[in-house]
DNA sequence: GCCGATCGCTAATTCGTATTAGCACCCTTG
DNA sequence: CAAGGGTGCTAATACGAATTAGCGATCGGC
């Protein structure tokens, strides 16, 4: 393949057809407008016309073994993106974090080739290539706190997308706040005359659940409310759970459509015999022509802070941490309850 | 940042501490079992003890530099991606491309960083990084031909997704068997009844456009057609120029339904007075309910394929040009023609 | 006409790993 | 006991660019 006659070309080149030394070509390339070590005009311009009749290019690689950084950054996602059910959740993220890297002038290195270990996917592994970046961005919904540790701890710059705070150290993250989004959702419920409440979903473990979980108890108050977990049966056991309740708020999209299939089927109505709200994206693929009441995670506008908390960082920057308001959405399936 | 105190752990760290040379490190790490040059076990667990003891992980920019590959492959779109409409057109490719990629144990390397010069993406430029890649996924309408020439005689190893034939050389491709799927719609048409068909599109220029084209006429025969281009005016003007015309092929999805929208303003109605059938998915958003008829690119497949060709290719295989068959929608716009 | 200060450039080294050549030792064998 | 052949390891070097230290030549000042 790459034979000595099909060989790159390398400084070293330049420099012999220019008639100078390898420094002389480096210095030429490097040396910013007004720099110590200067080289006359002339020279430079006959290293440069070398470079352009070669269409010379430095190596990154080297470039990037000498002088400790290249303007690469890495992006490491969680859970396994394949089967493509969670691609599409990914997705707008990795807009937002393409558009910013595009602006910033930074390539981005998808690590794809991470083995999948326990369904769930390990930075570190024999043949880890994250270092190869500047710095990364992490993506997922449960980041493993092991790993997270040793990141911070060999002062490996990284920014969380999705507020992490389980790594024994401070972790620079751009979340939700989804705290605030589902108490000002609740609240909208109890202004309409809502009194029985259920919270269907998790509750706990990611941060982004258990985020949700207490704004939807700071927004209940002195209520009592109800919790239905997803993990105990399907929509029929969960609606039977729902006996009495008049308002729902489910963690996720996909549960609540699966909800609303099973409540139509039972001949029910929504919102007019229970009201659903939505408190966040489909992470798994949700077919519905509903239009849910509830809010959006800014997944773009995360992805693009993200890099850009992350470039900051590279620059010697404060450690940030922000979290950013959801987009609310009135949507149809929030209503006063029944009589 | 880095100092020298969160420097990073490197193979000469093992060797001090496991009492050996860095040779012998290198040695424990990439001697595959049954080499010659083998280290007895006791060595080697030592060293590997150490390892496992400091988590340490090999550099792979140094390692790249060493051995003159990694598993990275890069990735260029032509098409500056953002604004996001070209961002959905082209998402689904990344997908084949990044499950094919975890699968072969590769990371990408998307090449964001690249200028827009021109209202084009260009490959070569000052801080050029795709060298850094073992080889690259090319991605977009048209590939700028001195470029493609460029990597062709840098003996680069590429992949076009896209069938593509102006690089003065032959150029590996997973393209899109556009000819056949448009001739298969219009002799559909024909048996239909419709004598009086028109293209609307540009149907030259990139190849994916002038392979529709071919396949059109092919389909047509003797038939004679009209060529309605979307430079001429907007929807109302094709419009104009279509009368007579009882199906037209649109080129672009996004135009068929601008189209549909303008017939349905003048009290037209879709398929009975005119039918109308895609040729591939929305390379711009476009808002509809309607079901057309047309067929859909495989992109998915595509990136896949292209993945595997490329690693064929690094790997010293041949250089492949392969076209994968279009998906037929059957649609509810293409009936037979009114009386 | 000598000293010191530029100017213009280069040799040498560094980054971290892979690889090649080969050294020192022990173990046979004749 | 010398020659021959492993075994177990290491020194040296390559990869390509960036950087530091510094050399030789020219120039200015007195």
Known sequence: MSDAASRRITQRDIARLAGVSQTTVSLVLNNRPGDETRIPRETRDRVLSVIRETGYVADPVARRLADRHNRILGVFTYEPVFPSAT???????????????????????????VPVIDGRRRIYHEANRLRLADGCVLLGRSLDRDE??????????????????????????????????????????????????????HGEGAESLADRMVGFREGAGDLPV???????????EWLDALEGVTVVFAEEYADAVALVDEAFGRGLSVPAD?????L??????????????????????????AIQVLTRLLEGGPLVQRLLPCELVVGSTLSGPAA
Request: proline content about 8%.
């Open 87 to 113: 691609a599409d959740f990914y997705h707008p993220f990795l807009v937002g974090i393409e558009e910013c890297a595009e602006r910033l002038g930074c390539d981005l290195l998808l690590l794809t080739s």
């Open 148 to 201: 997270l540790a040793r990141l911070v701890s060999e002062n490996f710059p990284f920014v969380s997308v999705g507020r992490r705070d389980d790594a024994g150290g401070p972790v620079p993250y751009v979340g939700t706040a989804y705290g605030p989004a589902v108490r000002a959702l609740v609240e909208r419920a109890r202004a309409l005359g809502h009194t029985r409440l259920a919270y269907l979903g």
């Open 226 to 236: 109800r919790h239905v977990r997803p993990t105990a049966g399907g929509p029929a």
């Open 274 to 278: 229970l009201s659903i709200v939505t």
């Open 280 to 305: 966040g994206d489909p992470t798994r693929p949700a077919r519905t022509d509903i239009d849910f009441t509830g809010f959006r995670i800014p997944r773009r506008e995360m992805g693009r802070q």
